[in-house]
């Protein structure tokens, strides 16, 4: 097999590039290094025996030449994500990168055998609940209205109690709202669509909060671990929204990466989305404290109460779909975080920008106050 990795330069990209060297495969990988991530050009986590072609999934040429380089197996991981200043950013690169793909792939008459694509659990807006009036339900995300009140947990609509988060599967109903939310889902869209169209069989794939080695520590509009640990070693208390009792399914990359390199190795022969979970939520105070005793910090959490519309309460993943094709999280959440912050410790002198970016997003209400 030979595989083209777009976004092979990034958290989750450069490890399934290990992972699929590691097995034996060929790589070749397209990654437009953008200077919010990679400040300091090519990582030295490039592998010499992959084929690394600097590139943008929105340039038809750049596409072109690295699909042009034999590759017939696809691992779709180049994206933009996070809370951020933009709106139309977004949808230039997860869900238009993806139709150029596409594009090339019909006009070049390129015979792809597998394409595997990162979806986002942040397409559901909220997870599954359940109350003793409802039963389980989806709700629609909270409305600002409710989360200035500092109402931040789910409540049924038909009894007014307090839900609480259930595992959820694939079947799931799309109510992202969030600029990354939207430009995933049509992302999604796109590949399972293109898929089915050019008889090219697609796994999207539905991650959970990735986190692990080569999360960008630059980067201050997203990855919650390298956010919160860049301002703990700067003497900076760690801001968190809401009350810091939500609760993420945290997943490790290299369990990201293995599921990716599962998918491509097997006999998936139609377009189909998986969840990829642990089904263990972690609240994100928890994280933040963790965090902390693990950097030998005595900062202490701070509780906003600001939010952010479009945030979801809580995630868990049910993940038995992928399971059947015999993977399985092999990190729990402790192990994760130890494996992390000794890779972060390495990272020489850590600055944050999450202060002042933050203040920007303030300014055009991506966060917002509760009253």
Not at 46 to 65: H, L, M, R, S, T
Not at 70 to 81: E, R
Not at 210 to 215: A, I, N, S
Not at 240 to 248: C, Y
Request: glycine share 8%; proline share 5%.
């Amino acid at each position: 097999m030979k595989c083209l990795v777009t976004g092979g330069a990034g958290l989750i990209g450069s490890h399934i590039v290990d992972k699929l060297l590691q097995n034996g495969h060929e790589v070749v990988i397209l990654d437009n290094l953008d200077p919010q991530t990679h400040p300091n050009g090519k990582p030295d986590w490039i592998p010499e025996d992959a084929k690394f072609i600097e590139g943008d999934v929105n340039n038809y040429d750049d596409v072109k030449k690295a699909l042009k380089e034999g590759v017939d197996t696809i691992s779709h991981q180049a994206a933009f994500g996070g809370f951020t200043n933009s709106i139309s950013y977004y949808f230039d690169v997860n869900t238009s990168g993806t139709a150029k793909i596409f594009e090339v792939i019909r006009e070049e008459n390129i015979t792809i055998n597998k394409f595997v694509m990162a979806s986002s659990q942040a397409i559901f807006g909220e997870g599954l609940y359940n109350s003793t009036a409802l039963g389980n339900f989806h709700p629609e995300p909270r409305t600002i209205e409710q989360l200035k009140r500092k109402q931040w947990e789910v409540i049924c609509p038909s009894s007014g109690e307090e839900a609480k988060p259930v595992p959820f599967s694939e079947n799931l109903e799309p109510f992202g709202v969030s600029p990354y939310a939207l430009s995933k889902y049509f992302e999604e869209m796109i590949g399972l669509a293109f898929g089915k169209t050019y008889n090219i069989p697609v796994a999207a794939l539905r991650y959970a909060v990735t986190y692990g080695p080569r999360q960008s520590v630059y980067n201050p509009y997203t990855g919650v671990f390298s956010i919160f640990s860049s301002m703990i070693v700067n003497n900076l208390s760690p801001l968190i929204f809401e009350d810091g009792n939500q609760t993420r399914d945290f997943i490790f990359v290299e369990d990201v990466a293995n599921a990716n390199v599962t998918l491509l190795e097997s006999n998936l022969d139609s377009q189909q989305p998986f969840n990829v979970g642990t089904g263990s939520p972690t609240k994100v105070s928890n994280l933040a404290s963790s965090l902390c005793n693990e950097l030998n910090s005595n900062v202490e959490p701070k509780i906003s109460e600001e939010f952010r519309y479009g945030d979801s309460r809580h995630f868990i993943h049910d993940a038995s779909k992928l399971k059947e094709y015999n993977w399985s999280p092999k990190y729990s959440i402790e192990d994760g975080i130890k494996k992390y912050t000794e890779w972060f410790k390495t990272q020489g002198d850590v600055k944050t920008t999450f202060p002042e970016a933050s203040e920007g997003l303030r300014k055009i209400g991506v966060i917002q106050s509760s009253d």
